[in-house]
């Protein structure tokens, strides 16, 4: 089993930078693919970023790429999300996820078993 805190969330202008941290404790993290979904209030939760097992393949969805950059270090037991040129659109809880042995990235939340509580991104104009 693998716990993920999600950590930097806040509020910011439309334009600003964020960086969402994820920390992994438990089993070790450089065993699992993970994921960045958000969902804001009375929405789905959607499908933000992912990267693999061994972080050598990444997703985006079409609204963040360019924007959007996620990246892990196994060596903290980490993952992040930078997150820059934010717009009102981007406001929503942000959560990580992990899939164990995901060499292949996965856009879909079914697939991860292990989430983190989530952390708000509030974008204001």
């Known amino acids: 089993q693998v716990q993920l805190i999600e950590s930097g969330g806040g509020l910011v202008q439309t334009g600003g930078s964020l960086r969402l941290s994820c920390a992994a404790s438990?089993?070790?993290?450089?065993?699992?693919?993970m994921g960045w979904f958000r969902q804001a209030p009375g929405k789905e939760r959607e499908f933000v970023a992912a990267?693999?097992?061994?972080?050598?393949?990444?997703a985006y969805a079409d609204s963040v790429k360019g924007r959007f950059t996620i990246s892990r270090d196994d060596a903290k037991n980490a993952g992040n999300l930078q997150m820059n040129s934010l717009k009102p659109e981007d406001t929503a809880v942000y959560y990580c996820?992990?899939?164990?042995?995901?060499?292949?990235?996965?856009?879909?939340?079914?697939?991860?078993?292990?989430w983190g509580q989530g952390t708000q991104v509030t974008v204001s104009s």
């Open positions: 996820a992990a899939k164990f042995l995901a060499r292949v990235v996965s856009t879909t939340p079914a697939e991860y078993r292990h």
């Open positions: 438990g089993r070790t993290f450089s065993n699992y693919g």
């Open positions: 990267i693999n097992r061994g972080g050598d393949s990444t």
